[in-house]
């Protein structure tokens, strides 16, 4: 079953850009989606997380922040094929 991972994100970020790049690509062949999300968007969004950007998540589940964590990411794909 496809799953959407959300990446917490902004304009201009670099950071965002990469894990966003990483992300896609190792996400690529697996059936889910990778929905961004500009934190700038939604002030509610933008006073939880400020300027602690990038964010991955599986609903409410952090994966990783500010860089890929790139076991944590494998884990996640092995346990949601």
Request: some cysteine.
């Amino acid at each position: 079953m496809s799953k959407t991972l959300t990446l917490y994100t902004r304009a201009g970020c670099p950071l965002c850009e990469e894990m966003a790049a990483e992300v896609g690509a190792l996400t690529a062949n697996s059936g889910h989606r990778l929905a961004p999300v500009d934190v700038d968007a939604d002030p509610s969004l933008k006073a939880r997380f400020g300027w602690d950007v990038p964010l991955l998540f599986d609903g409410g589940t952090e994966i990783c922040r500010h860089q890929l964590n790139l076991p944590a990411l494998q884990e996640w794909l092995r346990l949601n094929p």
